[in-house]
């Protein structure tokens, strides 16, 4: 059963774009919603991460969107480079495990 | 330090061969978890310790048996491989499962035959 549905699967943007990755949930008892990089042949990596009670975080080029009512979060990417070009996972954690959504294979042209 | 290690980083199985992937993590964290990555799948949690000494079920725990030998090492264990584990299983840690972050291992790849 997924809990955490995640879109688009595949994404290609220009460099300097703003690649959008969204998911959505429905657990309403999730606290905490990480996002994750991973790289070919390496681990995943965490990103950014967000809890319930904010709307917004942002560290540096990378921005989480968080709406809690329509049980969605999404993931920007601010002037998009091709050492971007990874595999995207968003998250969400109950009771200290983590459900990951699909994945998303992020590719950013030069 | 290294972080988290995996071993073996290859390997393949015939089916009904057992085998084990071993983890280790010196970063001192009480938590310690197993996942698989199958394409289109995201990472799904097979099992994972909150503690040293104890061991919970995930969402796909089935033809699968971990081991918590200590805090440092928790192990994970194939008694009859299956086609259907070919997959990419990674390891992770938390200093607290319910606080912090995930640390990920570099992963092991396995295919049985």
């Known amino acids: 059963q997924q809990q955490v549905k995640q879109s688009p699967q595949s994404l290609i943007v220009q460099k300097g774009g703003i690649p959008i990755i969204n998911c959505a949930y429905e657990n309403t008892a999730f606290d905490y919603f990480p996002w994750y990089q991973q790289f070919p042949g390496k681990g995943p990596a965490l990103l950014i991460a967000i809890r319930p009670d904010v709307s917004e975080k942002k560290e540096g080029r990378f921005t989480i969107s968080f709406n809690k009512s329509a049980k969605q979060f999404s993931l920007h990417i601010m002037d998009s480079q091709p050492g971007d070009s990874a595999t995207y996972f968003c998250a969400a954690r109950f009771y200290g495990k983590l459900t990951f959504g699909q994945g998303t294979i992020l590719t950013v042209h030069p | 330090n290294a972080g988290v290690t995996q071993t073996p980083k290859f390997q393949v199985l015939k089916t009904g061969q057992s085998m084990t992937l071993q983890c280790a993590q010196d970063m001192n964290h009480n938590s310690m978890y197993w996942y698989r990555q199958d394409p289109g799948m995201g990472l799904r949690l097979i099992y994972y310790s909150a503690s040293e000494g104890t061991t919970d079920k995930g969402e796909v725990p089935n033809g699968y048996n971990v081991s918590r030998l200590n805090k440092r090492e928790f192990s994970l264990r194939l008694e009859s491989a299956a086609p259907s584990q070919t997959s990419v299983y990674f390891c992770?840690?938390?200093?607290?499962?319910?606080?912090?972050?995930?640390?990920f291992g570099p992963g092991t790849r396995l295919t049985v035959l």
């Open positions: 992770a840690s938390s200093e607290e499962a319910y606080i912090n972050e995930q640390f």
